[in-house]
């Protein structure tokens, strides 16, 4: 059970107020009052980054390879061109399709204007109805023709394209599969890469956790540098791994995010509910080498101790919260080197009282 990494400022000053005065104690010690709030309950799982954006690009046409333009770990651009493909065949291919498209042209308007020219004579009753007819059929085969080396040449156009791979998307170069020289046909891989603009995590959940974090649908990433980022997007697989019953869940982190690669482990953070927590004021702590601990206040007002405790969660830079050690309406001291000092003088005081009995 963890709390979120951050709580309003605010909530610390209503929580703590501005503090009491220990009136027993001769150096006037401020103290606080150990609270209890209510803070989410949040379950923290490992998680993978992955990029929403990664493919490998292959050849859509036969070609030697004459030019290779990018290397791996090289950042491209949109639309940049990456590998380029000798083009004679496909260029003689778009000539040899724009000739059969301009003598197709050539035999449409011959048989346009030898059906136009029969009609004429059909409608003076100059020529029989099978002239007529013919005239059609050589107008309708004119056309088909026509519209197949129209055909012909958008996808001569196409094929010649093809010889200018370029890249779908702006990214960086993961794997390069081929070198200049080599000849490439449809669907040999080219070049492999990944965007680092849009970025996911992926976490396997208990099915325990599954319900609890649909029905609340918030989360959080840690980035290295241990700031923490909420999840722009939430997917939850309809199905659980029967190997071992957990449930993968993508979590769409906002885009640009700095100093995130795939395949990076991170952590995440699922709410899952409200729990009680003690909150204490951060000033109150005191650390000893290995020792955590805070100066407690006894019930009479008049004795200091020292207990040990263990933290939870940082609630920005005012509060923390306690896991063991504290109960709620303990009083602790905002000043630990202060309380120290008392605490030092009243052993003093102890060892002097009890020599002269």
């Known amino acids: 059970m963890r709390a979120l990494p ?192 849009q970025l996911r995590v992926a976490v396997d959940v208990p099915q325990s956790l599954i319900i609890a974090i649909r029905d609340k649908g918030k989360a959080r990433v840690q980035l290295p540098q241990g700031r923490w980022i909420d999840v722009a997007e939430l997917t939850v697989f309809p199905f659980a791994d029967p190997a071992s019953n957990t449930f993968k869940v993508r979590l769409m982190l906002p885009k640009n995010v700095e100093n995130l690669f795939p395949g990076m482990l991170v952590k995440t953070a699922f709410e899952t509910g409200v729990a009680p927590a003690l909150v204490i004021p951060a000033s109150a702590v005191a650390y000893r080498s290995e020792v955590t601990g805070v100066y407690v206040q006894d019930e009479d007002g008049k004795r200091i101790h020292f207990r040990y405790v263990r933290l939870g969660e940082a609630l920005g830079e005012e509060a923390v919260t306690v896991l063991s050690g504290l109960q709620e309406g303990d009083l602790v001291y905002l000043d630990p080197i202060k309380a120290g000092v008392a605490l030092k003088h009243q052993r003093r005081q102890a060892r002097e009282q009890n020599g002269h009995e």
């Open 6 to 197: 951050l709580i309003p400022v605010l909530l610390i000053s209503l929580v703590f107020g501005e503090g009491s005065i220990a009136a027993e104690n001769p150096q006037q010690l401020v103290t606080a009052v150990v609270r209890e709030i209510s803070m989410p309950r949040v379950f923290r799982l490992d998680g993978v980054v992955e990029a929403v954006n990664q493919s490998t690009i292959s050849a859509q046409t036969n070609g030697q390879v004459e030019a290779i333009y990018y290397d791996v770990d090289d950042v491209v651009e949109a639309g940049a061109l990456l590998v380029k493909l000798k083009d004679t065949e496909q260029k003689a291919a778009l000539r040899r399709a724009e000739a059969d498209l301009r003598a197709a042209s050539a035999v449409m308007a011959d048989a346009r204007s030898n059906y136009k020219r029969i009609k004429d004579l059909f409608a003076k009753k100059l020529v029989a109805r099978s002239d007529l007819d013919k005239a059609q059929a050589s107008l309708d085969t004119a056309r088909a023709k026509l519209d197949a080396a129209r055909a012909a040449l958008a996808q001569a156009r196409e094929q010649l394209s093809y010889t200018r791979v370029t890249a779908p998307y702006k990214g960086i170069v993961t794997e390069r599969h081929v070198q200049v020289g080599e000849v490439a046909h449809p669907g040999t891989q080219l070049m492999s890469g990944i965007s680092l603009e």
